[in-house]
Nanobody, 123 residues
Framework: QVQLVESGGGLVQAGGSLRLSCAAS????????MGWFRQAPGKEREFVAA????????HYADSVKGRFTVSRDNAKNTVYLQMTSLKPEDTGVYYC????????????????WGQGTQVTVST
């Protein structure tokens, strides 16, 4: 069992930066692929980024490539999402999730979810 808690969301102006953190409980954190998803009001949850257990491989949605960076520190049981050059369309609730398999972009592939953290990008 893995419990996930996101933090670091907030209100930022367009062009600004935020770093989200996701702290995991459980001794098996390092075995999981970790993903970030987001959900805007009235829209489906969408994939943002994912990183495999070792950190050696990662994947990004086209909409965030070159602006967002996913990383993890297995010693701290934490995964991060560094977001730069933020745009209003990045607004939404950001969730981290744990997947016992390889990198997946579909929410249904993930086994555990955090409660989410709100990111709002103003114009």
């Amino acid at each position: 069992q893995v419990q996930l808690v996101e933090s670091g969301g907030g209100l930022v102006q367009a062009g600004g930066s935020l770093r989200l953190s996701c702290a995991a409980s459980g001794r098996t954190f390092s075995r999981y692929t970790m993903g970030w998803f987001r959900q805007a009001p009235g829209k489906e949850r969408e994939f943002v980024a994912a990183i495999i257990w070792s950190g050696a491989s990662y994947h990004y949605a086209d909409s965030v490539k070159g602006r967002f960076t996913v990383s993890r520190d297995n010693a701290k049981n934490t995964v991060y999402l560094q977001m730069t050059s933020l745009k209003p369309e990045d607004t939404g609730v950001y969730y981290c999730a744990a997947d016992s398999g390889w990198v997946h972009t579909t929410p249904g592939s993930y086994d555990y979810w955090g409660q989410g953290t709100q990111v709002t990008v103003s114009t």
